[in-house]
């Protein structure tokens, strides 16, 4: 079993406010798997967690965003409009993520026939997109700016997000026409030659994507594009990002993935990047930083005025960037730093922070941010934190299920349903059950050399378990699993090649390859009788 993430999770906390949640009676514990008893009662309450969360996703899909596909237009009408700014970027990959996870045909269906829409309707320079005007019936002329903008953040936010998940698919084309296209057109010129936007918004988002493309393709040009972007902040070794929140802190986190794919592309550009980079991150700690090591939403008074020592809710999108400078370097610089502000997550003062008001989306970024560091370093103290503002703040899991609220499909609302997705994947160990239904309860932990898996549902149930496989290899060619925003983090992967040995209740172990595990391990299950199944690399 492959626990490149899951090495450290021996023991995995959680959070007192789901303990209601857990059942009152232990699993019974077979012979044969009597040593795992700890990570099966682990992977019960995880269960619970997830069983909820994936059944509330379920609702959220058919009963609220499928019925938001035009029936006209065949776009995605999430927030009345759309564009490619907000719709296309924040609404859209959310929509495939929820239907990747619990509705395969709805993902392969009408949620696919979106792509094949939006291109047919909105291509507006080459394959660049514009916003598509519902009531004229048109697509729209926008400026050079807004239409690079707008194309980025498509890029960025919605197809890579979809990408990491689906691997070289169509969404994956869409994404390498649009980047091909926003560089053929780029205008801007600088001393390392043109490049499409001088907003670092869009440049960090750039990276993020060139990074990613170059891996995926081999295609030189792409490392060169974002070297250009890297060379034409990094010549000036005093410069650092003011923001520290959205809207900057998408250059933070590219420049710390540029830096990992350097380093084993390119180790005399990694070694000049790395000075530049060490720089900068020890600024933003110095100057950007509480005791606590928790980020500000600026670091010098601009645009937030005096607002601006307000927590960021991009602390943890940032601090993915440091990580990325440790594992490229092979040092721990930062992992110091990041390992205090997670244990400092205890406080009070981080219970259910108001990070942008009362709006889920403050909420569900700083979590999700949270989530991709301790997918890393799992410190107690964070997943507890995660946890418990989770349940109260982006889940809402004091409600029945069935009569329970359902999220909205405006970007703020999706926002809280990806940051659902990527928390509950972390209690299934990126496992999922097909075909789901909302009597359903699946969850997991890690053993030492493999994870331990409990199944229920309240009626008879048949079908597969998929389990992950290394995407960051697989699907986006990286020579490591580097840190990284835009993703659902891998927990326990199987190796396509590798034998694995799977013990289903008190059947006896069968021998199955990680390719088969992958493409669905049949199982049944009897009413509330929860399954163990043990998996184990042979």
Known sequence: MNLEQTRHHNTFLVSVVF???????????????????????????????????????????????????????????????????????????????????????????????????????????????????LEKGEKTNPEYDELIFQASEYVKDGLIAIVEITGPDEWFERMRGIEDDIWKHARVDTPYGKIPSDNVEVNGEQIQALARLFTMTGDPKYLEYAERLADYYLSDENWYPNRLRDHGCEIIGGLGLLLAVESTHNPEKAEAYAKRLRKMFETIVEKGTNEDGMMYNEIEKQRFGDNYRKFSDGWGYNYVGFLCYDMATGTDTFRGQIEKTLRNLKKDIYQSYPWEGESIDGFADSLEGGLYLINRLPVPEAIDWINSDMA??????????????????????????????????????????????????????????????????????????EFDIPRH???????????????????????????????IGKADPIAYTGMQLHNGLAVSVKPNQPLQILVQER
């Open 392 to 465: 109260k703040n982006v889940i809402y899991a004091d409600a029945p299920l069935e009569t329970a609220e359902l999220w909205g499909t405006m970007k703020l609302q999706a926002n809280g349903v990806r940051t659902v997705l990527i928390h509950t994947l972390m209690h299934t160990q990126g496992i999922l059950a097909r075909p789901w239904r909302q009597d359903l309860k699946l969850g997991a932990a890690p053993t030492e050399e493999g994870v331990a898996i409990v199944l229920e549902a309240d009626k008879p149930w048949e079908g597969i378990l």
């Open 473 to 503: 290899r697989l699907y986006m060619g990286f020579a490591k699993d580097w840190p990284r925003m835009n993703t659902i983090p891998e927990w326990t992967t199987v190796e396509p090649e590798t034998e694995y040995s799977v013990q």
């Open 19 to 133: 303990m209601a949640l857990m059942l009152s009676a232990g699993i019974e514990v077979n012979a044969q798997i009597q040593d795992y008893e700890s990570e099966f009662k682990q992977a019960e309450a995880s269960a619970q967690i997830a069983g909820y969360s994936l059944s509330k996703v379920h609702r959220w899909l058919h009963e609220v965003a499928l019925p938001k596909i035009d029936p006209k237009t065949g776009l995605y009408i999430a927030d009345e409009r759309w564009n490619y700014r907000d719709t296309a970027a924040d609404c859209y990959p959310f929509l495939c993520w929820a239907a990747w996870a619990v509705d395969r045909d709805a993902l392969n269906g009408p949620v696919r026939a979106v792509l094949h829409d939006e291109q047919r309707l909105c291509n507006c320079v080459d394959r660049i997109p514009a916003t598509y005007d």
